[in-house]
């Protein structure tokens, strides 16, 4: 990650350029798109059946622009990749360089990423043995496409996947594509799950909340229930897609918790863990609260395809090289169906996160620091880990200023903040769009769409993260993504604080 610069005059950041958020003439509703056909007849396949509407990104990006918000809502940088990943680029393309990387990629992988990937995993695993490059590891077109992969190899109709809520979109779309049903397991807070509370509890609570507000962790505030999570699976139960760290909680699952999820599987061996891990080096505290990946566990190596992927470390979105590691037969998930679908991803970018793979063990030296002397860390990733935590103390305090309660993150680059304190115009509750997940719209979906137009700022109400029968969890949630420049983060927080505090 190329660090955005600390001080707005020379950063590179949107906000820089946002402009003050307006209110048009006419503030159209989303509507339905129309598609048009040159035959009545056509008609998409049934396996789009309501995966063809709008999603939450298609409204509130747009809605952002619109209304020239300071866009706190998709989860990529908006700075460039370090150099050293770029100059990596370049050589990959640049036939002198003798690496061969302009055709395509063997299916698996190009093998001097899968190498590398070998030997970190090797390494961070601990499984005894060393992971062969040749069969247990295979790359893809981003994370995403991975995940794709994974599940078309491994779910057929009638299948069931677990999938924690709240859980990223993706999940249920390529579940349904798969054939399977998303069956949902909530992470549980006090708060959703408090309906009533003594006046004494009250009267505390209101006495001590502008104390509270920024200071409870997601670890603690986010639970797993290991026996909700077992009584959920069934005989049709084949896969379980876990997320840590997580988004949007920021949860990072503890060794305990692994260990409990870990003992339930080996009680049901049908059932392959599908590890998402494309976080793993934005990590805040790694002696409290490390990054544990499922597969290294006792006996969890053959029963786990562990994902992950270069674009969140290296703020390369764009390149889109995700990975896929494990034993040969659930790697085969992946490998059998990419090779019909896009068959490789591309080799440039490939070959070059190979490169960036093995810069990133290095000690690491920011100079975009102030006093020009630079500032050196064991790793990239340690940098990377550093430079996030101070940019989640710029979000939690611009969300405190705003009377909202952030529920901080162990990892990750996303916030989940309580607004349960702040109110906003009922009409808001009111409107319809074809993107919301439910009817009548969900309080956090309009708070997100008050916040944008009035205020300026824009979130991700977590509702979309949630299925129909549980999206009442979300109401008092809303999703913030601190992956942004300094400028931006700051320039939220001064919007947020001139209309919250006048």
């Given at each position: ?180 049903s998303p069956v949902f397991v909530p992470l549980r807070t ?47 139960t084949k896969a379980f897609i876990l997320n840590t760290p ?257």
């Open positions: 990650m190329a660090p955005p610069p600390p001080s707005s005059s020379s950063s590179s950041s949107a906000a820089a350029s946002t402009p003050a958020p307006t209110k048009p003439a006419t503030a159209a509703m989303a509507t339905t798109t129309a598609f048009s056909s040159p035959s009545p007849a056509f008609q998409l396949s049934n396996r789009l059946n309501g995966l063809d509407k709008p999603t939450v990104w298609h409204e509130f990006s747009p809605l952002a622009s619109q209304y020239g918000a300071v866009n706190l809502g998709q989860g990529f940088p908006d700075w460039d990749p370090p150099q050293f990943a770029i100059d990596a680029l370049n050589t990959s393309i640049d036939p002198s360089s003798g690496r061969n990387a302009n055709q395509y990629a063997r299916s698996y992988a190009h093998m001097p990423l899968a190498q590398v990937l070998a030997e970190d995993y090797t390494k961070r695993l601990d499984i005894g043995r060393d992971i062969d490059p040749s069969t247990e590891v295979a790359t893809a077109v981003g994370c995403t496409n991975a995940l794709f992969c994974a599940l078309q190899g491994m779910i057929g109709p009638g299948d069931e996947v677990l999938l924690l809520e709240p859980a990223f979109d993706v999940y249920i779309a390529q579940t349904q594509f798969a054939g399977g006090a708060e959703t799950e408090t309906e009533t509370e003594t006046e004494a509890e009250a009267e505390a609570e209101e006495s001590t909340s502008n104390q509270k507000k920024g200071t409870r962790m997601a670890n603690d505030a986010f639970t797993l229930d290991l026996e909700e999570l077992e009584n959920a699976i069934t005989d049709k997580h988004n949007p909680t920021g949860k990072m699952f503890t060794k305990t918790e692994m260990e409990g999820i870990a003992s339930i599987m080996k009680r049901h061996p049908q059932v392959t863990i599908i590890s998402d891990e494309v976080y793993e080096h934005i990590v805040f505290d790694k002696e409290a609260s490390p990054h544990i990946s499922m597969a290294s566990l006792p006996g969890m190596y053959e029963r786990t395809l562990t994902l992950s992927s270069s674009g969140k470390t290296f703020s390369a979105t764009g390149w889109k090289v995700g990975w896929a590691v494990g034993p040969q037969h659930l790697v085969n998930a992946v490998t059998a169906v990419q090779q019909w679908v896009n068959f490789s991803a591309p080799t440039p970018n490939q070959d070059a996160i190979a490169q960036c793979l093995i810069k990133a063990r290095e000690p690491y030296c920011d100079e975009s620091n102030s006093n020009g002397t630079g500032e050196h860390y064991e790793s990239f990733y340690a940098f990377v880990a550093a430079e996030y935590k101070r940019k989640r103390g710029l979000l939690v305090d611009a969300l405190v200023s705003a009377g909202m309660d952030p529920i901080v993150p162990n990892g990750g680059f996303f916030i989940m903040a309580d607004t349960s304190d702040i109110t906003f115009p009922a009409e808001y509750m009111e409107e319809k769009t074809v993107a919301m997940p439910c009817d009548p719209m969900p309080r956090d979906w309009a708070m997100s769409r008050w916040l944008t137009k009035e205020v300026g700022v824009t979130a991700i109400p977590p509702s979309a993260f949630y299925g129909e029968d549980t999206v009442h969890l979300a109401k008092n949630l809303l999703r913030f993504a601190y992956c942004k420049g300094d400028d931006t983060i700051l320039e939220a927080h001064a919007r947020l604080k001139k209309y919250f505090q006048k």
